[in-house]
C-alpha cells in the first residue's frame, strides 16, 4: 500500500508541498520503520514543508517514533485523544486510558513538538455537560498549541449507529450537545485558545495551515484509497476499496472512482461554503480574487435573510456567521453550497 501510494504521488510530477498531513486515521499504526521511512520517501519527491502533520494514535506512540518524525521534518502533532475520561474512551473503543495520553503528551514534548493538537469529541451517550467540561479543563492542562472538537457523529453502517437504531444507545438531546459546544468554546477561550473554524481552537500563530488552505479554497492533493483531491478546476475521490486502488496505481491508470470539471459558479458556492466556516468568514476581496464574484450580489438572498435573524454579520470587510450561528451552521451552509 505505502508503494502504492508514492506511485500515485509521482503521477503528479515534481510538486513541492507547502503543507502535509499524513492522518485521516491513525499512521501511527504502522510502526516507527514502516511509517518513517515512508514520510522520508514522500518528503524525496514533495520537499519538506512548513507545516508537516501527522496524526497518532496515544496507544502506539513510543519516543522512537517520535524521534523518527522528528527527523523526517514532521513539525506538527495531532494526537487522537478523543477523550480524557476513562469510561468514555472504553465506550468510543479506544484501547487506551486517559494516563497513556498524558504520557504520549509528555514524550511529544521531550521529542521538540512545540505544536501539538489534541482531538476531542462530545455529546457522547449519557455524557453531561459537566462532564465535558472535565475533559476541556483536562486538555488544558496538557497546554496544547491546538485543540478540535467535534459533536459525535453516527455514521450508517457502523456499530455506534447500529447500536442507535436498535435503541441500546440514546443519542445526547440537541439543546445538551449545543450547551457542550457552547462552553468548549468559552473554556478554551479563557485559556487563550481561541476559536477560528467552526470545530477547531488555536493559541495565537498556531492555526493549522494544511486546513486553513482548504477553507480558503486552495487546491491540494489528496494521496490514498478515498482521498479527495482539488486541483486545477477539477474535483475527484479515489476509490475506497484498497484492492482496487492498488490495481489501478500498479498499471499506471487514475484511481479515481469520480471525476467533476467545476464550473465558475460551482467553485464560487464551494468556496463560500468553506470560507464561511472559518470565524472570520468570507473577506469580500480575497472572495473576488478567487472567485471573480462579489459575494453579496452572488449570494444576495440568503445573506439578507440571514443577516436579518442575527446569524450573519455584515461589513465592509465581508460577511461571517454571529456566534450563535455557529452551532447549526450546517443548516445555513446548505443555503450556499449551490445558486
Not at 449545543?178 to 488555536?202: H, P, T
Amino acid at each position: 500500500m505505502l508503494q502504492g501510494m508514492l506511485r500515485e504521488l509521482e503521477t503528479y510530477g515534481t510538486q513541492r508541498a507547502q503543507t502535509i498531513y499524513v492522518g485521516g486515521g491513525s499512521p501511527s499504526c504502522l510502526g516507527t520503520e514502516a511509517l518513517v521511512g515512508f514520510l522520508g520517501e514522500v518528503v524525496g519527491r514533495v520537499g519538506k514543508a512548513r507545516e508537516f502533520t501527522v496524526e497518532v494514535n496515544p496507544g502506539q506512540v513510543d519516543f522512537e517514533l517520535l524521534r523518527g518524525l522528528r527527523e523526517q521534518g514532521v513539525n506538527r502533532l495531532s494526537i487522537g485523544a478523543q477523550s480524557l475520561i476513562d469510561s468514555e474512551l472504553e465506550f468510543l473503543g479506544r484501547g487506551y486510558k486517559a494516563e497513556m495520553l498524558y504520557d504520549s503528551f509528555a514524550r511529544a514534548r521531550e521529542a521538540g513538538f512545540d505544536n501539538i493538537n489534541i482531538d476531542l469529541i462530545f455529546a457522547l451517550p449519557g455524557s453531561t455537560p459537566a462532564d465535558w467540561r472535565k475533559n476541556v479543563q483536562a486538555a488544558i492542562q496538557l497546554k496544547p498549541e491546538h485543540v478540535s472538537a467535534y459533536s459525535l457523529s453516527y455514521e450508517e453502517g457502523t456499530r455506534l449507529y447500529q447500536k442507535k437504531e436498535a435503541g441500546e444507545i440514546k443519542q445526547v438531546d440537541e439543546e445538551v450537545e449545543r450547551q457542550m459546544y457552547e462552553a468548549v468554546i468559552d473554556i478554551l477561550e479563557g485559556a487563550q485558545i481561541k476559536q477560528y473554524e467552526i470545530s477547531n481552537f488555536a493559541r495565537e500563530g498556531f492555526e493549522c495551515k494544511h486546513n486553513l488552505a482548504h477553507w480558503s479554497g486552495k487546491e491540494y492533493l489528496g494521496i490514498g484509497p478515498g482521498a479527495s483531491s482539488y486541483w486545477q478546476g477539477r474535483r475527484w475521490s479515489n476509490v475506497k476499496d484498497t484492492a482496487q486502488y492498488l490495481a489501478a496505481v500498479e498499471k499506471g491508470a487514475s484511481p479515481a472512482a469520480e471525476s467533476v470539471e467545476l464550473n465558475a459558479e460551482e467553485i464560487a458556492c464551494e468556496v463560500a461554503v468553506l470560507m464561511l466556516r472559518r470565524t472570520e468568514g468570507i473577506d469580500r476581496e480575497e472572495y473576488r480574487r478567487i472567485t471573480g464574484f462579489d459575494i453579496e450580489r452572488l449570494f444576495a438572498e440568503p445573506i439578507g435573510r440571514y443577516q436579518e435573524m442575527g446569524l450573519l454579520e455584515v461589513d465592509e470587510g465581508g460577511v461571517r456567521l454571529t456566534r450563535e450561528a455557529r452551532a447549526i451552521a450546517d443548516t445555513i451552509l446548505c443555503d450556499f453550497a449551490a445558486l
